[in-house]
C-alpha cells in the first residue's frame, strides 16, 4: 500500500496550483500523480487545506467501547453467557457489530471465557505410549489405570 505524502509537499503543490501553474505541470513538477494534484487542490478549496485522512487502525471499536458496561454487567450477571449471546444482545440494544468485535473486546480487556478450569498434567504416570519413532505410523493407545 501507498504512504502518505507529507503535509509540506500538499500545501507546496496547493500553492503551486494557485500560483497559476496547471495541475498536469504542477503534479510533474514535484513527481506527484495528476489525480492526486487535483485532488488535494479540491480539498484545498473545500476545507482550506489539503489534509490527509487518517489511516489504518482500528476506528470502530469505540461503538462497542461505548457498550463496555452493558457487557461487562451481562458477564457478571450471567457467568456463563456466550459470545453470540452478547452479540445478539448487542444488537437488539441497537448496536450492530460484528462476532469478532466481541471477541476482540474480551480480548483487549483481558476478560476470558472459560467454561471449566483446565486440568493439570498427571505427575505420577505417562498419559499416553510415545512409541513413535520418525516416519512410523502412531497411535494413539490410552493407558488404562492399574486399579481398573
Do not use: Y
Given at each position: 500500500m501507498a504512504r502518505t505524502l507529507s503535509q509540506d509537499l500538499r500545501d507546496r503543490v496547493v500553492g503551486a496550483i494557485d500560483g497559476g501553474m496547471i495541475c498536469r505541470a504542477a503534479s510533474a513538477h514535484f513527481g506527484v500523480s495528476t489525480s492526486s494534484a487535483i485532488s488535494?487542490?479540491?480539498l484545498a478549496l473545500q476545507h482550506g487545506q489539503a489534509v490527509a485522512r487518517p489511516r489504518s487502525g482500528d476506528r470502530?471499536?469505540?461503538r462497542i467501547e461505548a457498550?463496555?458496561?452493558f457487557?461487562?454487567?451481562l458477564v457478571a450477571e450471567q457467568g456463563d453467557i456466550t459470545l453470540d449471546e452478547i452479540h445478539t444482545r448487542l444488537i437488539e440494544r441497537g448496536t450492530p457489530v460484528g462476532i469478532g468485535t466481541v471477541h476482540?473486546?474480551?480480548a483487549?480487556?483481558?476478560i476470558t471465557r472459560k467454561k471449566r478450569p483446565g486440568t493439570r498434567s498427571s505427575r505420577t504416570g505417562r498419559t499416553f505410549r510415545g512409541s513413535?519413532?520418525?516416519g512410523s505410523?502412531?497411535?494413539w493407545i490410552s493407558i488404562r489405570n492399574a486399579s481398573c
Amino acid at each position: 500500500m501507498a504512504r502518505t505524502l507529507s503535509q509540506d509537499l500538499r500545501d507546496r503543490v496547493v500553492g503551486a496550483i494557485d500560483g497559476g501553474m496547471i495541475c498536469r505541470a504542477a503534479s510533474a513538477h514535484f513527481g506527484v500523480s495528476t489525480s492526486s494534484a487535483i485532488s488535494w487542490r479540491r480539498l484545498a478549496l473545500q476545507h482550506g487545506q489539503a489534509v490527509a485522512r487518517p489511516r489504518s487502525g482500528d476506528r470502530n471499536s469505540s461503538r462497542i467501547e461505548a457498550q463496555g458496561d452493558f457487557i461487562k454487567g451481562l458477564v457478571a450477571e450471567q457467568g456463563d453467557i456466550t459470545l453470540d449471546e452478547i452479540h445478539t444482545r448487542l444488537i437488539e440494544r441497537g448496536t450492530p457489530v460484528g462476532i469478532g468485535t466481541v471477541h476482540r473486546f474480551f480480548a483487549r480487556h483481558g476478560i476470558t471465557r472459560k467454561k471449566r478450569p483446565g486440568t493439570r498434567s498427571s505427575r505420577t504416570g505417562r498419559t499416553f505410549r510415545g512409541s513413535a519413532t520418525t516416519g512410523s505410523m502412531v497411535r494413539w493407545i490410552s493407558i488404562r489405570n492399574a486399579s481398573c
